[in-house]
T-cell receptor, first 112, second 115 residues
Framework: SQQGEEDPQALSIQEGENATMNCSYK?????LQWYRQNSGRGLVHLIL?????REKHSGRLRVTLDTSKKSSSLLITASRAADTASYFC????????????FGQGTELSVKP | EAGVAQSPRYKIIEKRQSVAFWCNPI?????LYWYQQILGQGPKLLIQ????????DSQLPKDRFSAERLKGVDSTLKIQPAKLEDSAVYLC?????????????FGPGTRLTVT
């Protein structure tokens, strides 16, 4: 079963704009991860945030985690056409040995 | 380092036929996962191995799906007999250890079409 719900399902922006994607989940987690999937390809890990962390940065990516609201957001700043992809949040439920439960994904389109 | 390898990349079969997918994880990765990704959805875990033992197969349709990881390295996933609803991309992933803080590395996937 899918634990995460992502919002929006699709997002279209212009190059240079910021993109924000949100993820909500249901159970207690050890960590939350974000992955990117380009059309027809495998998933690429972007960033991992642990349950005791509130914010994390990696290059143009900023992830926040609010465990009290069971939600996370991914911000991509100064987007580029190459950022066009589907973005998935994946939760690692507490004490389940690294198992990941993926959300439905947000399809991001960045127009040049 | 070499990534996760999967073959074949594409497969088309008729319903009720059987099919097998192969995965070679990153060298030294103890944990291996098989996911099913239906078009428009996120990946769903089918089975998780730690070395050659099964950790979680709670979402594997065991009446038709089977998987093994002999010698704790390569793995095969088999479907027999296939149904139309099995059309999906089958992704293999590996991670360094069984644990809750390690990222997973994904292969390119096998796109299965059942007609």
């Amino acid at each position: 079963s899918q634990q995460g719900e992502e919002d929006p399902q699709a997002l279209s922006i212009q190059e240079g704009e910021n993109a924000t994607m949100n993820c909500s989940y249901k159970t207690s987690i050890n960590n939350l991860q974000w992955y990117r999937q380009n059309s027809g390809r495998g998933l690429v890990h972007l960033i991992l945030i642990r349950s005791n962390e509130r914010e994390k940065h990696s290059g143009r990516l900023r992830v926040t985690l609010d465990t009290s609201k069971k939600s996370s957001s991914l911000l991509i700043t100064a987007s580029r056409a190459a950022d066009t992809a589907s973005y998935f949040c994946a939760t690692a439920p507490y004490n389940q040995g690294g198992k990941l439960i993926f959300g439905q994904g947000t399809e991001l389109s960045v127009k040049p | 380092e070499a990534g996760v390898a999967q073959s074949p990349r594409y497969k088309i079969i008729e319903k009720r036929q059987s099919v097998a997918f192969w995965c070679n994880p990153i060298s030294g990765h103890a944990t291996l996962y098989w996911y099913q990704q239906i078009l428009g959805q996120g990946p769903k875990l089918l089975i998780q191995f730690q070395n050659n033992g099964v950790v979680d197969d709670s979402q594997l349709p065991k009446d038709r799906f089977s998987a093994e990881r002999l010698k704790g390295v390569d793995s095969t996933l088999k479907i027999q007999p296939a149904k139309l609803e099995d059309s999906a991309v089958y992704l293999c992933a590996s991670s360094l250890y069984l644990g809750e803080t390690y990222e997973q590395y994904f292969g390119p996937g096998t796109r299965l079409t059942v007609t």
